[in-house]
């Protein structure tokens, strides 16, 4: 199987028309068209929730346009059935358009492929919550044994971001539902993974809630939780070559690096925040792993 190279190609060119489906239009690339009762949906879907109104607006678009993008799906062997691999919202608003048929392209996916199609597309159109990516992450490192590496090029993502989006899963019920129902930012709830229990957190969320304070506000608020001092504001002039070797650092390891530069000597700082993180910058700086992973 061909090695995909990210998101810039667009989903039909990451995957491989299959044999099978050998019609004159499927062929020359050329959209099929299926009836919406031999798609079924993708048990692999990342996204869990879809907004009424917004799919009646899809809907009410496809019923006096048509569908403009087709829907890619991969054929079941010995039957007329397709799965869906990307076009959930399209296909739910077809239905509620009363459409019959809809186009369709037909491409060869494994239970794997289909779980990254489906949540690249998600990704390009920005459509999933945070908790829906995280979960998503969660499938392709759990079911799948790819690291937080491999999803990062995947998904067109960096690696610290699939890391801190991951983390999200720790955060209590509470949280994860506020942040779902949106009443908090992904801001806020990155900021309530500095607090180290549930109960903490969870009082957090509430206080947050009642003043409706900023993400701002919300760290000062757990760094007073964790009995630590406001970090005092410290105005420094960096030269212009201290501040582009930082940058080089943070480029090359792939994570927050701070660089203080004295007249005396200095310090390096490599934050990491994650085993998995520290494993990537000892094989990075050793050569070597620590066995974390």
Do not use: C, W
Not at 70 to 92: K, M, Y
Not at 204 to 213: G, R
Not at 232 to 239: A, F, L, M, R
């Amino acid at each position: 199987m061909a090695r995909r190279s990210g998101l810039g190609k667009g989903l039909d060119a990451l995957i491989p028309v299959p044999e099978t489906i050998n019609t004159t239009k499927n062929a020359a690339n050329q959209p099929l068209m299926v009836s919406v009762d031999n798609i079924v949906p993708n048990p692999r879907q990342p996204r869990h929730s879809i907004n009424d109104d917004k799919l009646q607006e899809l809907a009410d678009s496809i019923r006096e346009h048509g569908i403009i993008q087709p829907l890619i799906v991969t054929h079941e062997d010995n039957s007329d059935q397709f799965v869906l691999i990307a076009g959930e919202r399209r296909l739910r608003a077809s239905r509620i358009a009363g459409l019959v048929e809809i186009p369709v392209l037909v491409r060869e996916a494994s239970e794997q492929e289909s779980l990254e199609l489906a949540l690249i597309e998600n990704v390009q159109r920005a459509d999933l919550t945070p908790l829906e990516t995280a979960e998503a992450y969660l499938e392709l490192s759990e079911s799948f044994a790819l690291s937080h590496e491999d999803i990062a090029k995947r998904v067109g993502k960096s690696r610290v971001t699939v890391t801190n989006t991951l983390r999200l899963l720790k955060l209590p019920e509470t949280v994860r539902q506020a942040l779902a129902e949106e009443r908090i930012s992904e801001g806020h709830a990155r900021a309530l993974l500095g607090l180290a229990t549930a109960q903490s957190q969870a009082a957090a969320l509430a206080t947050i809630i009642k003043l409706d304070l900023t993400v701002r506000e919300t760290e000062q608020l757990v760094r007073k939780m964790n009995n630590q001092k406001p970090k005092p504001v410290v105005i420094e002039k960096t030269s212009p070559e201290i501040q582009e070797l930082e940058i080089k650092f943070r480029s090359m390891l792939g994570t927050k690096v701070n660089l203080r530069h004295t007249q005396s000597g200095g310090t390096i700082t490599i934050h990491y925040y994650s085993d998995e993180e520290l494993n990537h910058l000892v094989e990075q700086l050793l050569g070597e792993s620590t066995g974390h992973a």
